[in-house]
């Protein structure tokens, strides 16, 4: 059995509501918050012990309570989900409606929205509002499943996690254990994003906003399922006393935050930058890939070309699925009916050479469907697998 004790950094708190997470330095005569201790065994791998009698919210309404904290107004309507929804998001319009949904779950998977419930409507298009709600709540997903063990999710990442955030924001987040891993709850004071003239030009601004802070105040840790595909619409908060249903065990609160909302223009300048980064690397991508197929469009191979203009008496069926289709669809990224339409002209023109012993139309259609990734033959593959074509295109000055 191993067992050991991790506690989150001190810090000075100035100009702030004292609150039981708190304690004054009667020396320095500064206001400063409490240590939290975690600790870890192999019996109770997830028992919380804070060192300021902070216990757990055990009932599912406190614990309700406490994350409504977090949240501005106006708090209704908002969407919730649980283990009775499968997960599906459900429109209620109260704490009771909500409480109401946990209780019919029997509390397990108990989730609620960190934002209001909005979604554009055809007036909302017609006035041109893209979204009417500041992004004024980041979540940090610290799964346990990305990292080998709980213990270095704790020592490690997390101790890590919370330092940067004090460093950059000045702030102590609420975090959660979620029964499989920590859950950061850092609330700022935002505007919507959309209505701000530098950022109206980007597509999901306040969505892009949440994404690169969960990522940045991480340092690139946080769970990248959610991080890629967090929104205003799908920012599910669990409910301490409630339980995850993976596993049975129980959510907790392991530290309550310390009621400062930090500005958001902490982090705009950070984000600017990173837009900035991404927007070169999208251009980068796209340059690339234009010059890739420039330069593979151009990439004509003389002899086939001659091929092309020069009818032949044997080989044909060869030429088509091993030579044409794969030089034409391939390399030149002629689309299927300009690649059926060259070799069919080409076939034409052989047959009046010598009768065909095919259907040349189903032949092509074949040999599209199944040319893969595929290049056309080397001429000296061509002399190893058909001698005969390979000496006619010779005498013909193909090759």
Known sequence: MYSRKIFLKDRSISDRNSSSNYSKDTNTNQIKPNKISATVTE????????VTQISPVHCPN?????????????VWPRTVSTNATSGRQV????????????????????????????????LSDFVGIKNPIPPNFIMIDLD???????????????RFTLQRINKLLD???????????????????????????????????STKFLRFAEWYLSSGKSDPAHNNTISLNNCMLRIPGTYNSKNNTAVKIIQKWD???????????????YLKDQKLKEQRVLQQNASRMASSVAENIPWIDRLLQTAVSNGRKYCIWRILVPYLVNRKHLSTEQSTSMIMNWVNEC??????????????????????????????????EHDTLYELLKAQGVL
């Not at 406190?62 to 106006?74: A, K, R, T, W, Y």
């Not at 429109?91 to 554009?120: G, L, M, Q």
């Not at 920590?182 to 597509?203: G, S």
């Open 259 to 273: 009621n400062y909302r930090p500005k958001m223009t902490l982090l705009l300048g950070s984000f600017c930058t």
């Open 171 to 205: 702030f102590m987040p609420t975090t959660i254990w979620s029964g499989n891993g920590y859950h950061l709850y850092v609330p700022i004071n935002a505007v919507v994003l959309e209505d701000v003239k530098e950022f109206t030009d980007i597509d999901q601004a």
């Open 43 to 50: 019996s109770t791998r997830h028992t919380v012990t804070p």
């Open 144 to 158: 346990l499943s990305n990292f080998n063990d709980e213990l270095k999710l704790i020592k490690t990442t997390l």
């Open 351 to 384: 047959a009046k050479v010598a009768r065909l012993d095919f259907n040349p139309s189903d032949r092509i259609v074949y040999a599209i469907k199944h040319v893969g990734k595929y290049g056309p033959v080397h001429p000296g593959t061509i002399g190893k």
């Open 62 to 74: 406190e614990g309700l309570n406490f994350i409504l904290s977090h949240l501005l107004q106006p």
């Open 91 to 122: 429109i209620v319009n109260s704490k009771e409606e909500a409480v109401a949904y946990f209780k019919a779950a029997n509390y397990f998977d108990c989730r609620i929205s960190a934002y209001p419930y909005w979604r554009p409507s055809p």
